[in-house]
């Protein structure tokens, strides 16, 4: 009975993740702070936005762009959703000023666009699967921002030739993370 | 940083090499990374960025010089959309030859801070010929480094080129997946910096 609902959460955090699937790791790492409690609250944001975001894509296509068969407006809609969900974030989360100062994640909210495209390419089979697998989404980025910062502030004060230092090094590392992930995903196929 | 004396050529030769955005600022590394599994696929980017580049830079730079104001971010992120869905349409023959991913990608390009970069810092500042110079610049250095990247992917991964067979068993069949976009974008950095960075 909740061998699907499982099953969902983890294609979301292994398999379908842009992280992974569209191997954003550097990308991701770019917006990031090295300090691990900012990386945190920048990945926590993140993963809100994403999980709003994606729900909210994940309605345009099926109760709008699908029925109405407007494929070719649907990219432009996506992105004029952004401005409005920045600016619902900015007053949602005015209480807690260091989530709302990381707004938008990275460049355009760029990380919560990719998970809903690929949410959006690698539909589940309904609106409950999605959210899990939104939620598993938005819950590997959390968890691969903290680590990444993590790595990149271990990189930063390691013992390097000079032309590895900083990017070359870190994404060396990224390629070994992107590993590690494989594997994982290749123990739960 | 851009000198008003820097000739179009200057501006030109400098985008493409010593601040190629890629290796020297780390925009479209996501391009690097991920869209460069075949070399079709890095034409096909490389080629939608360039246009991309083109395209915000003669907003930019028209609308600079016709009004004196900078085109605000967002107005270009929905042309820019509004650009791609409409190339969509006659290019959906060419989705079907090329990776999975490249869908999602080409999507991405309109919120990817790389086909931004210029028309936000300088072609509303500039002339129209000077910001086209500048742009293709940029997108001709973006795309040389995706084909870069995608002629070792292609050769070493897959064993092939451009559909022939160079090696017939792929000598390191890992460089097809997504580590071998992160390891060589990770190795060209590496050469950069030893050229170019650790120069100046």
Known sequence: MTAPLALSFLTGLLALNPWISLGLIPTAAQGASLNHRQAFYYGLLGAFTMLLYGLLAWLLHFQIIAPLRMAVFELPLLLLM????????????????????NLPVFHLNFPALAAALVLLHNPPAT?????????????????????????????ETGLFHKPLKGWPSFLLA???????????????? | MRLPSESKQQLFLKNLWSENPVMFSGLGMFLAVAGTATMDQAFFLGAIVLLLLLFNSLVSSAVGELFQKKVPLWPQVILSSILLSGLAVFLSGAFASLPDNTRILYALLAASPLVYSRSQLLSYNTTIDRALFDAAGTGVGTLAVLLAIALVREMIGQGRLA??????????????????????????????????????
């Open chain 1, 82 to 101: 952004m401005p409005g969900i920045n600016w619902a974030l900015a007053r949602l989360l005015k209480p807690w000023p260091r989530l709302e100062q």
């Open chain 1, 174 to 189: 990224s390629g070994i993370l992107w590993i590690a992930f494989q594997g994982l995903l290749m123990l739960v196929r």
């Open chain 2, 163 to 200: 559909g022939f067979s160079v090696f017939p068993p792929a000598p390191w069949p890992l460089l097809n997946t997504l580590f071998g976009g992160i390891l060589l974008t990770g190795i060209l950095l590496t050469i950069f910096n030893l050229l170019v960075k650790n120069k100046k």
């Open chain 1, 127 to 155: 609106f409950g699967l999605m959210a899990l697998t939104l939620l598993g989404m938005s819950a590997s980025f959390l968890a691969s921002l903290v680590l990444v910062s993590h790595l990149r502030a271990r990189l």
